[in-house]
């Protein structure tokens, strides 16, 4: 399994912007596919983006499409995942994910970041 670290959270006001980075700490993502996730209190985990290891495959939530970009920097071995536009129905705790392939299904990935706190203000 990959260790993953994610960083780049905070509280932002809406319409501002913030960039996440999820870095692997134990072992590349180079071949991987890495998915990012938020969970807001009382909800479930839902997927959000998700990129494939060549980063020919992206695939968006209806939700954030046009405001969110996913991206990777494999010689980092670091996914980032730029938000714009920040709504506070955005406010979660985000977590990425590894796996081979990418999924929108929170079931299909075993390596899991710790998350970071995305906190929207109106």
């Known amino acids: 399994q990959v260790q993953l670290v994610e960083s780049g959270g905070g509280l932002v006001q809406a319409g501002g912007s913030l960039r996440l980075s999820c870095v692997a700490s134990t072992r590349t993502i180079t071949m991987y596919g890495v998915g990012w996730f938020r969970q807001a209190p009382g909800k479930e985990r839902e997927f959000v983006a998700a990129?494939?290891?060549?980063?020919?495959?992206?695939d968006y939530a209806d939700s954030v499409k046009g405001r969110f970009t996913i991206s990777r920097d494999n010689a980092k071995n670091t996914v980032y995942l730029q938000m714009t536009s920040l709504k506070p129905e955005d406010t979660a705790a985000y977590y990425c994910a590894a796996r081979p392939g990418i999924s929108r299904s929170t079931s299909d990935y075993k390596s899991w970041g710790q998350g970071t706190q995305v906190t929207v203000s109106s």
């Open positions: 990129i494939s290891w060549n980063t020919v495959v992206t």
